[in-house]
C-alpha cells in the first residue's frame, strides 16, 4: 500500500520542498500540519488533531475550501466523523495556504494551462506538456478533454471559468480541479509501473509445482498478490521495496510504502 502517494506527489510536482522533504525524513507530516492549525508544540499534539492534520495534507490540495473542509471532517469521509466550529475550519485552509504556498501557486499555473488549451495552444508543463484538448503525461497517456471552452460572463464582461464535454454534457473544471486529475493520474501510472515490476520479479521467482505468485488485484494505490505462504515475507519485502523507488521521470520523489500479508484479503 502506498503511504499518502497523492500527497507526496502533489508536494513534488509543485515543489513544495519543505513539505518534500519530511516526507522523505518520515517526519509525522499530519502532527505537524495539526501543530500549525492549533498552535500547539508537536509533542502535544492530541490524537483527535492529528486526524484534523490528516485531513488537512491529504483533503486541501485541490483547493477545498472551510465549509466542504467542515462537511468533510462531519461526515466522516476520511475517518471518524469531527464536528469543528466554521471558524476553526477556515483557520486550517488559510494555515494550510500559506504555509504550502507553493500549493495554490500550482492551481493558478493549472489556471493558466486551461487558458492556454481553451484558445487551442499548446506547450510544456513541467513533466507534462499540452495541447488544445489534452494533458500529456510522462508515459505517453492523456488526460482529454474535449470541447474545452471558457465560459464567458458577458454581465462582467471577462472569463468566469472553463467547461468540456463530459457523456453529452458540459463539465466544469478549474485550476484546482485539473491539479487533482493530473495528480491522481500520475500516481496511476507509477502504480501501474510498480506493478509491471512486481510482475517482472514473480516470473523470475522459482516456484514449485503447482504454486502460483502474481497479481491478484489493486485498488487505487495498493497491490493485491498470491503468493506460496512459504515466500510470504520474501515477497513483501521486495514488494514494498519496488513500490519505494521513483519512476526515472520523478527525480526527487520520495515515495513509501507498507503492508502485510495474510491467507485471506483484509486491510
Not at 125 to 153: E, F
Amino acid at each position: 500500500d502506498s503511504a499518502q502517494i497523492e500527497a507526496r506527489t502533489l508536494a513534488w510536482l509543485a515543489g513544495q520542498d519543505d513539505l518534500v522533504e519530511a516526507f522523505r525524513n518520515g517526519e509525522d507530516v499530519y502532527k505537524k500540519a495539526a501543530s500549525m492549525i492549533y498552535a500547539v508544540p508537536v509533542p502535544e499534539i492530541t490524537k483527535d488533531q492529528r486526524f484534523v492534520g490528516k485531513v488537512s495534507i491529504l483533503g486541501l490540495g485541490y483547493g477545498m475550501g472551510a465549509p466542504k473542509f467542515r462537511t468533510t471532517l462531519a461526515l466522516g469521509a476520511m475517518g471518524p466523523p469531527v464536528h469543528l466550529p466554521i471558524s476553526l475550519c477556515k483557520t486550517t485552509v488559510n494555515t494550510y495556504r500559506k504555509v504550502n504556498h507553493m500549493i495554490p501557486a500550482l492551481w493558478k499555473e493549472a489556471e493558466g494551462v486551461l487558458k492556454a488549451m481553451a484558445a487551442g495552444m499548446e506547450g510544456d508543463w513541467g513533466i507534462l506538456s499540452y495541447d488544445a484538448m489534452t494533458v500529456w503525461l510522462p508515459n505517453g497517456m492523456g488526460l482529454h478533454y474535449p470541447g474545452l471552452r471558457a465560459i464567458w460572463d458577458s454581465e462582467k464582461n471577462r472569463v468566469s471559468g472553463y467547461e468540456y464535454l463530459a457523456n453529452g454534457h458540459y463539465k466544469k473544471i478549474y485550476g484546482g480541479l485539473l491539479v487533482e486529475n493530473v495528480v491522481q493520474a500520475l500516481a496511476r501510472i507509477i502504480v501501474s509501473a510498480q506493478m509491471l515490476e512486481t510482475q517482472d520479479y514473480f516470473d523470475g521467482l522459482k516456484l514449485k509445482a503447482g504454486e502460483v505468485a502474481r497479481i491478484a488485484s489493486m485498488s487505487h494505490d495498493e497491490i493485491i498478490s498470491v503468493v506460496p505462504a512459504r515466500l510470504a515475507e520474501k515477497v513483501l519485502k521486495k514488494q514494498i521495496a519496488i513500490m519505494r523507488v521513483a519512476p526515472g521521470w520523478a527525480e526527487g520523489l520520495p515515495l513509501n510504502a507498507e503492508g502485510g500479508f495474510a491467507v485471506n484479503y483484509s486491510k
